[in-house]
């Protein structure tokens, strides 16, 4: 069986491909997990599948439970703060507000803000709910986010992170929805333009370029190439000015190819394909190599 931190590893591996065979196997997850310090990684997997994939919510709450029982994680412990953000979130999608109320006042950190937990406690709900389709509510959920995080959070804040990557997955899931709705479409680009804002402030160069990918990605999507232009030209830039790491610049060329193709520029389309070309053989990761070549093959 492994590891608790292999099972979780395998478990976000699999779990976009087969959510409902992941959710399966948590009882050899819960049996791993025997230390406070594998409290958090495996209800942040908990609450994803459960959640955002299944809408279990019930069940969610009940694996929780059976984690905190299993990793002795002391109540105001960091451990036992995580357990009950995530018992937050659940209680929220499943339209308990006292128990919501509760398990939130319980996870906060002292560390920071109130409204830095409440972002966090948001930001999980917003993405379980728009993955169950609930897209008002998930927006509702998220504009409050952006909302609250008004007060600034810096860098080491986690509501500055927790933001981002909500923000970033939201745009994500959108993008490849089918028979997107206006109102989804309003709420991808918005998601994009959050996450590049949070990503700016809670992660590197890399995070910050691939932001601006998302962007590209969101604003295609919505039928605005010219955007999209724009957004992998600041990718590129990021990357070039960092090093030009060939992985990075794969998919930078790619936003380029796919907007110049949208506006109609063949001969440019094919000269940001045939960069993806050239950096490919110098990306060093053989699987990801391979992955690479799949997208190119695509276009």
């Not at 994680?73 to 451990?79: C, K, V």
């Not at 986010?145 to 981002?164: F, I, N, Q, W």
């Not at 907007?259 to 990801?288: T, W």
Request: hydrophobic share 45%; charged share 25%.
């Amino acid at each position: 069986m492994g590891t608790l931190e292999d099972w979780v590893g395998r478990g976000w591996d699999d779990h976009a491909a087969d959510a409902a065979g992941v959710f399966a196997r948590f009882g050899e997850g819960v049996a791993l997990a025997t230390e406070p310090r594998h409290a958090a990684p495996l209800a942040a997997l908990v609450v994803h599948v459960a959640g955002e994939h299944l809408g279990r919510w019930a069940d969610g709450l009940a694996l929780l439970d059976r984690i905190e029982a299993g990793t002795g994680a002391a109540e105001g412990t960091l451990e036992r703060k995580a357990i009950d953000r995530s018992r937050a979130a659940l209680h929220r999608c499943a339209g308990d507000s006292a128990a919501e109320s509760r398990c939130e006042a319980a996870s906060r950190n002292d560390a920071f803000p109130p409204a830095s937990n409440r972002v966090r406690v948001l930001a999980v709900a917003a993405a379980a709910m728009l993955g169950q389709k609930r897209v008002a509510d998930a927006r509702r959920d998220f504009e409050e986010c952006v909302s609250l995080a008004e007060y600034g959070p810096s860098k080491d804040d986690p509501a500055a992170r927790a933001l981002a990557v909500t923000a970033n997955n939201v745009a994500s899931e959108l993008e490849t929805r089918a028979g997107r709705t206006a109102d989804e479409t309003s709420l991808m680009l918005r998601a994009a333009e959050v996450a590049r804002i949070f990503w700016g402030i809670a992660g590197g160069w890399m995070e910050a370029e691939r932001a601006e990918y998302r962007l590209a990605m969101s604003r295609l999507a919505a039928g605005d190439a010219a955007a999209a232009l724009r957004h992998a030209g600041e990718c590129l830039r990021i990357v070039t000015e960092n090093g030009s790491d060939p992985g990075e610049a794969f998919f930078a060329h790619e936003a380029h190819c796919r907007a110049h193709r949208a506006l109609g520029d063949a001969a440019a389309a094919a000269a940001s394909r045939a960069a993806m070309e050239s950096v490919l053989p110098s990306i060093a990761d053989e699987g990801f190599r391979a992955y690479c070549a799949g997208e190119l093959a695509k276009l």
